[in-house]
């Protein structure tokens, strides 16, 4: 099983196993790490995180929540994001 690591500023607050089309934001609230969220949907983008490392890949049109520029920075949407093996997260919000 692969392992999803989090982080705030370069420090690591939790790790989960990853689940084949489970949400990363649903993994890791179920393994007790609290990330801000909204609406669930990727409309809001309040569940912005930067990917360290890893895949996670965003639906193409974008939701509203992102924009490219904001992809090639490296965040993803981790209400609408499933990641694919083992991926590391900062949590701190990239605005």
Known sequence: MALLR???????VGTVDNEDEVPV???AEDGGIEIPRNCTSGNCGT???NLLSGSVPMPEPLPP???DDMVALGNVLICIG???GACDF?????L
């Not at 989090?6 to 690591?12: K, L, M, S, T, Y």
């Not at 900062?90 to 990239?94: H, R, S």
């Open 90 to 94: 900062e949590l701190n919000a990239p």
């Open 82 to 84: 499933i990641a694919e």
């Open 6 to 12: 989090f982080f705030r500023n370069g420090v690591i």
């Open 47 to 49: 569940c912005m995180v």
């Open 65 to 67: 929540g992102l924009d």
């Open 25 to 27: 934001l649903e993994l």
